[in-house]
């Protein structure tokens, strides 16, 4: 196990974008065990100041979180979202797949394609699989880019709403009628503020 953890090591460190298990045991020795040797690697790594992490369905080798500002520039480029692109980027991540026409429908008022592009460019979404209604529509999801950002391993770690008003991003009242994943029902303007400052970090 102990020369399968250096493998998986040695794997993760030369890889740029995350991996996932089954492309790293592609790589492995046959009758090599990559999930049980990920888990002990994991752990070896635990405090560290470089840790294996999970985006996704994939792994990566990160920066300790508390540790990031050693690695920031002098000079950082601010690029602030527009209202509008805040509102898409947190449908889609509460709802994905979700098509424009449902974005839409959520929001009250039509989506530009400057919004989705910008999005798009962010790397913060993509493209999903078209749904299975009349017209094929294509839909978007949010990307392992957009996870690691916010520090998340899958779409489930999410905040949900008493999370949201427990860190003071929603005020105490429902909120966000139109999202079942919410819970609740509540007047959209409000709950839209609140994913503004959760999305403006």
């Known amino acids: ?5 250096r493998m998986l090591e040695a794997i993760l460190f030369a890889t740029s974008e995350p ?3 089954r492309d790293i045991a592609a ?16 752990k070896r790594y635990e405090g560290r100041g470089v840790q294996v992490v999970k985006v996704d369905d994939a792994y990566a080798m990160r920066t300790a979180a508390d540790l990031g500002y050693l690695m920031q ?19 889609i991540a509460y709802h994905q797949p979700a098509t424009r026409a449902e974005i839409e429908e959520i ?24 749904k299975m209604t009349p017209g094929r529509p294509v839909t ?18 999410l905040p949900g709403l008493k999370e949201l008003r427990s860190a003071g991003l929603l005020e105490s009242r429902p909120a966000f009628g139109t ?6 029902e509540e007047d959209e303007e409000e709950a839209t503020e609140g994913q503004s400052e959760l999305f403006e970090d």
């Not at 999202?179 to 609740?184: Q, R, T």
């Open 73 to 91: 520039k002098e000079t950082v480029e601010v690029r602030k979202l527009s209202r509008a692109a805040i509102e898409t980027l947190a449908i």
């Open 140 to 157: 978007f999801v949010v990307t392992q880019e957009f996870l690691a950002h916010f520090g998340l391993e899958t779409p489930r770690d």
């Open 179 to 184: 999202i079942p994943m919410l819970d609740g």
């Open 19 to 21: 991996i996932t298990l």
């Open 107 to 130: 929001r009250g008022v039509s989506v530009s394609r400057g919004t989705l592009d910008q999005l798009l460019e962010l790397e913060w979404i993509r493209f999903g699989r078209r």
């Open 27 to 42: 790589r492995l020795p046959h009758g090599c065990d990559p999930a049980e040797a990920m888990v002990y690697l994991r």
């Open 1 to 5: 196990m102990a020369e399968q953890e």
